[in-house]
């Protein structure tokens, strides 16, 4: 990687379901320490994009490089080991584990069978090290009084927490989160705003799919704007009000929008 390549560059991706072009010729870079917005009406195809990029999907064409490195036909854990982290929009929690152990089962160090079964030391110091780096972004997202209650029994805000907690367990450099706001009570919603403040401030990219405006403005550097699989714009929150074509995106637009669509791609 050299010191202008990307930390994430993707080139001319497509993917369709059927007859279906949910993405077509897609293009953009992400540089490190970037907060982006990933923006676009509904069903434009933002969490499609998130989905290929870390690997729950398939893309039928383009490519994706990690710091320079091809990603796109790897599987979803080897890019999380890459460094790439994601969270969803309705995360679901396990009944019976405590948000701690929800945290710790996000740990990405891997022991074998044998050293698992027999409890090693190398086992022993990596599960403590696993406990420390819960209890400290349990902390750092607010969980920390609620760390031994069950996962199922948080809100849908905290779960949303918990979801970003879980990403942040394997350290990565880059983290895609699925409407982190969405649902989530105006006082959670500015804890949630500050912790990825702080995150960023820390060195983390972030790539944030949602629909709240005021969250953008407050969060985002830059915004992408999707819509019906091409990208319309690329600009700071600031300029979105003014962009053409991102007022016709949502303010909708028929056949004759997707001819204009096509030929500016
Ligand atoms: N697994 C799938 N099989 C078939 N069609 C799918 C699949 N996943 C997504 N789609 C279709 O792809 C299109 C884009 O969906 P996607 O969820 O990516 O949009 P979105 O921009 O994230 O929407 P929203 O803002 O509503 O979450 C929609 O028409 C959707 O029905």
């Known amino acids: 990687m050299t010191n202008t390549t990307p930390l994430l560059r993707v080139q001319s991706l497509a993917k369709a379901f059927g007859g279906n072009k949910v993405l077509q ?10 907060i982006v917005g990933l923006l676009g009406p509904n069903g434009s195809g933002k969490s499609t ?6 690997g729950f999907e398939s893309a039928d064409r383009g490519v994706i490089a990690y710091r ?14 890459a460094g790439i982290a994601r969270t969803f929009q309705l995360p679901a929690m396990p009944e019976k584990m405590s948000v701690m152990e929800v945290a710790m089962a996000a740990s990405t160090t891997h022991h074998g069978f044998w ?23 349990l902390h750092e997202l607010l969980l920390a009084h609620v ?26 450099k880059m983290v895609f989160l699925d409407e982190p706001t969405a649902g989530v009570h105006p006082n959670l919603r500015n804890d949630i705003v500050s912790a990825l403040k702080r995150l960023n401030q820390q060195g983390m990219t972030l790539v944030i799919v ?20 091409h990208i319309v714009a690329s600009c700071c929150p600031d300029e979105l009000s ?19 669509l096509e030929k500016q791609a």
Not at 49 to 54: A, D, S, V
Not at 68 to 81: D, Y
Not at 117 to 134: D, I, N, P, S, Y
């Open 68 to 81: 320079g490195n091809a990603i796109q036909t790897l599987p979803a854990h080897r890019i999380v080991e």
């Open 115 to 137: 050293e698992t079964l027999l409890g090693t030391g190398g086992v022993r110091a990596a599960e403590r090290q696993a406990h420390a780096k819960a209890t400290a972004l």
């Open 49 to 54: 994009l998130l989905n290929i990029i870390t």
């Open 242 to 260: 003014s962009n053409e074509r991102v007022l016709q995106a949502y303010l909708g637009g028929g056949a004759e929008n997707d001819a204009v």
């Open 147 to 172: 760390r031994d209650l069950p996962a199922s029994a948080l809100s849908g805000g905290q779960k949303k927490l918990l979801g970003i907690v879980c990403a942040l367990m394997g350290a990565p």
């Open 210 to 229: 949602e629909h709240d405006m005021h969250f953008i403005r407050e969060v985002c550097s830059r915004c992408i704007v999707l819509d019906r699989g």
């Open 25 to 34: 010729n897609v293009s953009f870079d992400i540089q490190p320490g970037e």
